[in-house]
């Protein structure tokens, strides 16, 4: 079983949709989450990033924690062309991050 | 820039050659981390650096893969006899520090590898 699972998508929504993007984890252990966002031909760069159960805002970017269900979110709102990339989630253990696979996003202009 | 840097961006090499791949972190950063990504999937650990130790390798390096991080600054990271799997990006990233408040990744550009 893999570490972090993730829809590979790709995911196409229209500009100013909102944008749910998920994984699910095996590691109760996990008590920070990241998500990362790799443009094309690009290193990941962090997004934001909570620790254990809950929510966090950043702008338009949400990110939430179910450690009960180990389930890990980010919701996007009114979403832009500029936001279409791959978006990685990766819990951290201390030492390592596990990378998701990434879903890949597409926003329509 | 002071971000993370890698050399060369991109190499191409036939099957059975050695290829070596250099990053330059953040200078202040102790944490040095190599990660490999293929597409469609997310970076995968390779090993990890504190400093000039090298703390952590993964059962993904085999014996033809060596890393090294000398006075602790750059790193390198060797393919010896490489093979058409190990075409893939290969990514270096930086980290000020460790938990538990995390220490964000910073992420160089990867250098690609090509085996034909």
């Known amino acids: 079983q893999k570490e972090v699972e993730q829809d590979p998508g790709p995911l196409s929504v229209p500009e100013g949709a909102i944008v749910s993007l998920n994984c699910t984890y095996s590691?109760?252990?996990?008590?920070?989450f990241m998500w990362y966002r790799q443009y094309s031909r690009k290193g990941p760069e962090l997004l934001m990033y909570?620790?254990?159960?809950g929510n966090k805002e950043d702008g338009r970017f949400t990110a939430q924690v179910d450690k009960s269900s180990k389930y890990i979110s980010l919701f996007i709102r009114d979403s832009q062309p500029s936001d279409s990339a791959t978006y990685l989630c990766?819990?951290?253990?201390?030492?390592?991050?596990?990378f998701g696979s990434g879903t890949k996003l597409n926003v329509k202009p | 820039d002071t971000g993370v840097s890698q050399d060369p961006r991109h190499k191409i090499t036939k099957r059975g050659q050695n290829v070596t791949f250099r990053c330059d972190p953040i200078s202040e950063h102790n944490r040095l981390y190599w990660y490999r990504q293929t597409l469609g999937q997310g970076p995968e650990f390779l090993t990890y650096?504190?400093?000039?130790?090298?703390?952590?390798k993964s059962r993904l390096l085999s014996d033809r893969f060596s890393a090294e991080r000398p006075k602790g600054s750059f790193s390198t990271l060797e393919i010896q006899r490489t093979e058409q799997g190990d075409s893939a990006m290969y990514l270096c990233?930086?980290?000020?520090?460790?938990?538990?408040?995390?220490?964000?990744?910073?992420f160089g550009e990867g250098s690609r590898l090509t085996v034909l």
């Open positions: 990766a819990p951290y253990d201390f030492n390592k991050f596990y």
């Open positions: 990233a930086s980290s000020p520090r460790q938990g538990p408040n995390t220490g964000e990744l910073f």
């Open positions: 650096f504190q400093n000039e130790a090298q703390l952590e």
């Open positions: 590691n109760s252990a996990f008590q920070y």
């Open positions: 909570t620790y254990s159960s």
